[in-house]
């Protein structure tokens, strides 16, 4: 651990600048979308824009848990787990020994989704 002490300096500090880079990035991105100008439905360019209005569609889709009406869902179902392991190793001075050690965990039991196309009214019209 002695030959690695010096670097520890050095690392915290390159993981300092690159923590410095991303939440700069994060920010100039933020600031990019909130400015955006908000554009009518029959006035959309290609590249980043901002669209209000309402979602039509002619049989919306029921969402499968919440069962509201909707043109787009996405749900998950998991399950927390948890257990206890037991084992059997040998020190280095040749005893045998025995610890449990407990694991936990996450893990998916069902997820779907489904979406639609649909059009955005606004005061212009679809």
Same mark, same amino acid.
């Given at each position: 651990?002695?030959?690695?002490?010096?670097?520890?300096?050095?690392?915290?500090? @390159? $993981?300092?600048? !690159?923590?410095?880079? #991303?939440?700069?990035? +994060?920010?100039?991105?933020?600031? &990019?979308? /909130?400015?955006?100008?908000?554009?009518?439905?029959?006035?959309?360019?290609? @590249? $980043?824009?901002? !669209?209000?209005?309402? #979602?039509?569609?002619? +049989?919306?889709?029921?969402?499968? &848990?919440? /069962?509201?009406?909707?043109?787009?869902?996405?749900?998950?179902?998991?399950?927390?787990?948890?257990?206890?392991?037991?084992?059997?190793?040998?020190?280095?001075?040749?005893?045998?020994?025995?610890?449990?050690?407990?694991?936990?965990?996450?893990?998916?039991?069902?997820?779907?989704?489904?979406?639609?196309?649909?059009?955005?009214?606004?005061?212009?019209?679809?």
């Amino acid at each position: 651990m002695r030959d690695f002490a010096p670097w520890l300096p050095v690392l915290g500090a @390159g $993981l300092a600048f !690159l923590c410095l880079l #991303a939440g700069l990035r +994060a920010g100039r991105r933020r600031r &990019l979308v /909130e400015n955006l100008p908000t554009s009518k439905t029959t006035g959309v360019f290609i @590249g $980043l824009v901002e !669209l209000k209005g309402t #979602a039509e569609v002619d +049989a919306p889709l029921t969402s499968f &848990l919440a /069962e509201c009406r909707c043109t787009h869902y996405q749900w998950s179902v998991e399950e927390q787990w948890e257990r206890s392991v037991t084992e059997t190793y040998t020190d280095d001075e040749g005893n045998t020994k025995t610890r449990t050690r407990t694991e936990s965990g996450w893990t998916t039991v069902a997820n779907g989704g489904e979406t639609i196309p649909f059009y955005l009214q606004d005061d212009c019209g679809v």
